[in-house]
């Protein structure tokens, strides 16, 4: 036979030990613990595949002790193998490795290139290369240097004979050792198609700690990012409880920057986005408090909607949730939506109704305002709660039971302090007759002389806010079905279009907020009762009541 057709010795025994092992398998074992013998054959059949794994840990050791102490050089000449796998052993005090040390890595990885150029490099070698690369810290430039290493060798990688199945697939992928080795995954992995980025994980052992996915993550989110109105979001919104996962830790904080300051440019950034808010209170905390320095991660303009969003729940939330017997005030919250763009801050001083309750919708504002309440002492009523709202150089302070004038304090001359956490404040301590600027009642056409004061200390509705008009008793503030100045009155609920959209263009229309979130998610209307005209219109459009927050319907 000649000797180009005559199989290799190796190819020959790998031929063998598959017919033998074939055969052992289709019989019962004549001896032994069938069950054990079964548990050894993936072992058996990975060691014939090429897969080893890495030698044992003592050589290992004396290999890293060689390369620190004699030389790279000197150390692959007689432990070449040792010395591929052994880049991560830690030695000494405090324990370094090869990887650590940046300048002898380097002169490793020229030392084996230049072996490579001599002769081809076993696969089983050079696989713990292979093996350090994707367990080494991405961000350390030792983790670049051996990329080119890997790069360079590669091609040098003795493939006669039998091929692993791991360096096939290697040599099929590339991109992996190259500047964006997760790239070329990312849309196929968004599209829910991951049998490659599976099979690379178990052929090539991809550890989960490895780099390897949070750059594959980074690669998704930049993909989502560069997409178009709701193909944005919905992207993003698949993305985002991966974010939560602890082998995203290191890569978080990048990922939902991004994801922020896209948001911020789209068509959607005036409207909350519930998820993505509650992501970034969560790992980020309020964005209204200097201390939490991550929104510096973000442009100024994306910190400022997401505090925007936080201070229209927070005006929410108070002006329904904690009025006096939860009775929303609808009024007070219409006249200070019209200010959300110029509210800087805002801080609740929690009665003790609300402050030490087990309620769930208490707790649920507890857990959301964390860093932005107090506890109000002396309040009066058990029930009694108050907003302070921050306005460039002033302070203005609301009360939910009735009864309570309005406070606006300069800032620079406050008789209370709220900015060092959850500590108390008394009642009397916001209603100081010493050092308020001015005290603005509830009373008669209140709204434009509220507008009026605030006006002279320079705060200014937000652009496209409906102006008020000289007679605040005009449909703008006037309650539904009460006379106007001529005698005339408005619509009742009662008498609103039939139709699920007519009826929320209809409630929209008396200022009443309504959060549209349909096709995806929830229409909110943002009306507390459930026993008046209104409500029982609502229920006979198939909505369900939420006392937290109103009703909804898909």
Request: charged share 35%; glycine share 2%.
């Given at each position: 036979m000649p000797a180009r057709l005559r199989p290799s010795p190796l190819k020959s025994l790998q031929g063998h030990f598959a017919a033998r092992l074939a055969e052992f398998q289709r019989q019962p074992p004549p001896f032994g613990d069938a069950a054990a013998i079964r548990k050894v054959l993936p072992e058996m059949a990975k060691r014939a595949s090429g897969g080893q794994g890495a030698p044992p840990r003592d050589r290992l050791q004396e290999a890293a002790r060689l390369v620190f102490t004699q030389g790279p050089e000197a150390a692959l000449d007689t432990h070449f193998r040792y010395v591929c796998w052994g880049l991560r052993e830690p030695r000494g005090q405090p324990p370094r490795s090869i990887l650590d040390d940046l300048p002898l890595l380097t002169r490793t990885a020229a030392a084996i290139e230049a072996a490579a150029r001599r002769e081809p490099i076993l696969a089983r070698d050079w696989r713990g290369l292979l093996d350090a690369y994707f367990r080494c810290d991405v961000n350390h430039g030792s983790h670049r240097r051996l990329r080119e290493t890997l790069a360079v060798t590669l091609p040098r990688v003795r493939r006669g004979g039998f091929v692993p199945d791991w360096l096939t697939l290697l040599d099929a992928h590339p991109d992996l050792l190259g500047d964006a080795p997760t790239r070329a995954y990312a849309e196929e992995v968004l599209a829910g198609r991951t049998a490659v980025v599976d099979r690379l994980r178990v052929v090539l052992g991809i550890p989960p700690e490895s780099w390897f996915w949070r750059t594959l993550l980074l690669d998704q989110v930049a993909t989502v990012c560069a997409r178009d109105g709701a193909r944005f979001r919905i992207g993003m919104e698949a993305l985002l409880p991966?974010?939560?996962?602890?082998?995203?830790?290191?890569?978080?904080?990048?990922?939902?920057?991004?994801?922020?300051?896209?948001?911020?440019?789209?068509?959607?950034?005036?409207k909350a986005h519930t998820g993505l808010k509650d992501a970034a209170l969560r790992w980020w905390g309020s964005p209204h408090l200097l201390r939490n320095s991550r929104w510096g991660l973000v442009r100024p303009e994306t910190k400022k909607m997401v505090g925007s969003w936080l201070t229209v729940q927070a005006l929410h939330d108070f002006f329904h949730l904690l009025q006096e017997d939860r009775r929303a005030?609808?009024?007070?919250?219409?006249?200070?939506?019209?200010?959300?763009?110029?509210?800087?801050?805002?801080?609740?001083?929690?009665?003790?109704?609300?402050?030490?309750?087990?309620?769930?919708?208490?707790?649920?504002?507890?857990?959301a305002y964390r860093e932005h309440f107090s506890k109000l002492e002396s309040a009066g009523s058990p029930r009694n709660n108050a907003f302070i709202l921050g306005f460039g150089g002033y302070s203005i302070v609301e009360f939910g039971v009735t009864g309570h004038a309005c406070y606006c304090y300069r800032r620079d001359n406050l008789p209370f302090q709220f900015d060092l956490g959850h500590q108390s404040i008394a009642l009397p301590e916001l209603k100081s007759p010493f050092k308020m600027e001015c005290r603005l009642v509830h009373m008669g056409e209140w709204e434009l002389n509220f507008a009026r004061e605030l006006a002279q200390r320079g705060i200014s509705p937000d652009p496209g806010a409906s102006p008020l008009v000289a007679d605040a008793r005009q449909s703008t503030w006037r309650p539904v079905g009460h006379p106007g100045p001529t005698g005339e009155t408005m619509p009742r609920f009662a008498e609103a279009p039939a139709g699920l959209d007519a009826l929320i263009q209809h409630v929209r229309q008396r200022g009443i907020p309504v959060d549209d979130g349909r096709p995806r998610s929830v229409l909110w209307v943002n009306h507390l009762p459930d026993g008046d005209e209104l409500a029982r219109l609502l229920k006979a459009h198939g909505f369900r009541h939420y006392a937290a927050r109103g009703w909804w319907r898909y």
């Open positions: 991966q974010l939560a996962e602890k082998q995203y830790d290191l890569v978080r904080d990048r990922a939902l920057a991004r994801f922020l300051d896209r948001y911020q440019q789209s068509q959607e950034r005036a005030d609808e009024r007070r919250l219409r006249f200070w939506l019209r200010y959300q763009q110029s509210i800087e801050s805002f801080h609740f001083a929690l009665g003790p109704l609300v402050h030490d309750s087990h309620e769930p919708d208490y707790k649920r504002l507890r857990d």
